[in-house]
């Protein structure tokens, strides 16, 4: 006799991952690595940009990893992953045919179709470009909609640049106004070295700075002075948005671990609009 | 081929455009066009500071050089910026390397004309402060979280 499971046993779909296989993987730059997963137990629900999924190295833990796939195809399960900590080295580790766990989309996306008829600045420092990815494409999928789309990203060096491929190709893309600068230039770099706020005024000189809606993303330091030098500018606050992080565990609201203030990341964000935000970012250890 | 005059010429630059018209005329006294050729130096450290350059178009960089290693570049700064502000300290000396990375477009004040006509109208010179500072400000902000290392050990 099949033993039935009982109705309150049953663990809730959201909490349960699912099996992907890594289909290709790529190093670099340094300790990221980026995977592209092939879901085993059926197809996966969509994503929209911004959101993340659970992604658990068997026997190791789970960890909260943004999507940075392309929104418009559904088989583009892209993640980039840099090696901080026990889950993050073990899923970097992985190699094509290497099986993990999954779960999700989770979280509120970048709300780029809200944005139609505005300059859409797209701000990414680091690893920020890896979350901010899937908004570029869904934008670029649809350049006639906005009245602008900017890019402006920042690296440590040449050398942490993440995507420089696709950054090539960007660059030569016509609806597009790409910027790239670091902080530290390599010899043989000839392109822009500041931080990215030094970038902003010029990457928004043709535009009126009330008609400016900005998503950044990147370490929470740059996050900061990137939206109050945008403020500064004249980019209203309300127009502005961000992506946290904070330590996930259940990633559907129930469990408070990743409490930032009266949100929970996981449910009210990942991505937070600045006003929102932006006091409880000037609060130490919160 | 340019045919904008220089009083036009800095009427139209992000910073001293503020200036009222006999302001900028004034300023023009001090003023000739220079152009740069890509990898050209502009200035080089040590020697005396003897033109500002107000950046009309083009990329340069602010270079440290060193025996035995290669330039590094610091900082660039754009069209729209000032480039020096060692022809305002005594002893007037330029304190980086500066490398056109592209062609360059610019007006050079020439130092000690600048200087002596803010000695003469000390309107002048605090209105010169007054739109240049923040500019510079907003420079050595950029500056502070350069060194900070924002990617140091960040996240997404
Ligand atoms: C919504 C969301 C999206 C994310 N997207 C990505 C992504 O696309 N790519 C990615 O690589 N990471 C991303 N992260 C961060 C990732 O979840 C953490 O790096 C991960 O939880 C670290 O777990 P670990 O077990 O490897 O390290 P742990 O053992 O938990 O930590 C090891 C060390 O790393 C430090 N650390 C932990 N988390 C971070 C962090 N976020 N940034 C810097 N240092 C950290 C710890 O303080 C500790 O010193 C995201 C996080 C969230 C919440
Ligand atoms: S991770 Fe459980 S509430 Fe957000």
């Known amino acids: 006799m099949v033993a039935r499971v009982p109705e309150t046993a049953r663990i809730p779909s959201a ?3 699912m099996r992907a296989r890594v289909a290709h993987r790529r190093q670099g730059p340094d300790d990221v690595a980026t995977l592209s997963l092939c879901p085993v137990d059926g197809r996966l629900a969509p994503f929209r940009p911004g959101q993340f999924n659970m992604l658990y190295a068997f026997g190791v833990g789970e960890i909260a990893i943004s999507i940075s796939g392309d929104p418009g195809n559904a088989d583009s399960l892209l993640h980039t992953i840099r090696d901080v900590g026990a889950v993050s080295h073990a899923l970097c580790q992985l190699q094509p045919g290497d099986m993990l766990g999954l779960r999700g989309p989770f979280g509120k996306p970048w709300p780029v179709d809200a944005q139609a008829g505005r300059d859409l600045l797209i701000v990414a420092g680091g690893l920020g470009l890896a979350p901010l990815r899937p908004a570029i494409l869904q934008a670029l999928a649809m350049p006639e909609r906005f009245r602008s789309i900017i890019l402006v990203v920042g690296a440590r060096s040449p050398t942490d640049l993440l995507y420089p491929e696709q950054l090539r190709d960007w660059a030569g893309e016509p609806a597009l106004a790409l910027s790239v600068t670091v902080d530290r230039a390599t010899p043989g770099w000839s392109g822009m070295v500041g931080v990215v706020t030094t970038r902003l005024a010029r990457a928004l000189d043709r535009c009126d700075p009330a008609n400016v809606s900005a998503l950044v993303c990147g370490p929470e330091v740059m996050m900061r002075h990137c939206c109050l030098a945008l403020e500064d500018m004249g980019v209203p606050p309300d127009a502005q948005w961000i992506s946290m992080e904070r330590n996930m565990k259940c990633a559907t609201g129930s469990c408070g671990h990743c409490q930032f203030g009266a949100d929970f990341v996981c449910r009210d964000g990942p991505v937070f609009r600045w006003d929102r935000v932006a006091a409880r970012l000037r609060i130490r250890g919160i | 081929m340019d045919v904008q005059s220089i009083p036009e010429l800095l009427a139209d630059h992000l910073i001293l455009g503020r200036f009222d018209a006999g302001s900028i005329e004034t300023l023009a006294g001090c003023a000739r066009n220079f152009h ?30 060193a025996a035995h290693i290669s330039p590094t570049v610091v900082e660039t700064v754009h069209g729209g910026d000032i480039l020096g502000w060692g022809w305002l300290i005594p002893p007037y000396r330029t304190l980086f390397d500066a490398r056109a990375l592209t062609e360059v477009s610019c007006v050079g004040l020439d130092a000690a004309c600048l200087r002596g006509k803010c000695d003469d109208d000390p309107m002048l010179g605090y209105q010169l402060f007054k739109y240049w500072l923040p500019h510079l400000a907003a420079r050595f902000r950029a500056q502070r979280l350069q060194v900070a290392d924002l990617y ?3 996240g997404a």
């Open chain 1, 15 to 17: 909490l349960l991952p």
């Open chain 2, 36 to 65: 740069f050729g890509a990898g050209e130096l502009i200035q080089k450290e040590g020697a005396p500071a003897e033109l500002v350059y107000v950046l009309r178009k083009g990329d340069v960089a602010i270079e440290i050089s």
């Open chain 2, 152 to 154: 140091g050990g960040e």
